[in-house]
C-alpha cells in the first residue's frame, strides 16, 4: 500500500488513485526506485522522489482536485502569484524527456531532486 505524503492536496481523489498514480509513474520513470543507491538517506529521497511524481502525474491528469497547490493542467509551469507576491520561475535545463515535469511545483520538486541526483542517467521518462 502506497502511503501518498501529498494525500490532503487531493482531498477528491481516493487511496485506489493514488496507487494507480504510483504505478503508472515508477513504470513511466523505471529508474526512480534505484536512484541515490550509495546515499544513507537513500530509502527517504526515493519516497518522497515518488510521492513528487505521483503528485506531478495527478495534478496534471486531475488540475481540478488539486487544492492548494499551482498547476498548469501540462502546460510548463512559468510563474504563480501568492498573496500578491509573484513568483518568476527559471528555464532549467533538463534532459530529453523530463521538460514535462516543469509543468507543476510538485514536477519541479521531483525535477531538482533529479538533478541533484548521482545516477541522473538512470531514470527514463
Known amino acids: 500500500m502506497f502511503a ?4 490532503r492536496n487531493f482531498p477528491t481523489l481516493s487511496q485506489p488513485d493514488f496507487e494507480d498514480a504510483y504505478d503508472i ?7 526512480s526506485t534505484t536512484l541515490w543507491a550509495n546515499d544513507v ?4 529521497k526515493r519516497l518522497l522522489f515518488i510521492n513528487y511524481l505521483v503528485a506531478w502525474y495527478l495534478a496534471n491528469l486531475n488540475p481540478a482536485s488539486v487544492v492548494g497547490i499551482v498547476s498548469d ?14 513568483i518568476t520561475y527559471k528555464n532549467l535545463p533538463t534532459q530529453s524527456g523530463l521538460e514535462g515535469l516543469t509543468t507543476n511545483v510538485f514536477g519541479l520538486e521531483a525535477l531538482r531532486m533529479y538533478q541533484g541526483c548521482p545516477e541522473r542517467f538512470q531514470l527514463y521518462g
Not at 501518498?4 to 494525500?7: L, S
Open 4 to 7: 501518498f505524503k501529498f494525500a
Open 25 to 31: 509513474v515508477t513504470v513511466q520513470y523505471s529508474g
Open 41 to 44: 538517506n537513500r530509502d527517504s
Open 73 to 86: 493542467g501540462g502546460q510548463p509551469l512559468q510563474n504563480k502569484s501568492i498573496g500578491g507576491t509573484s
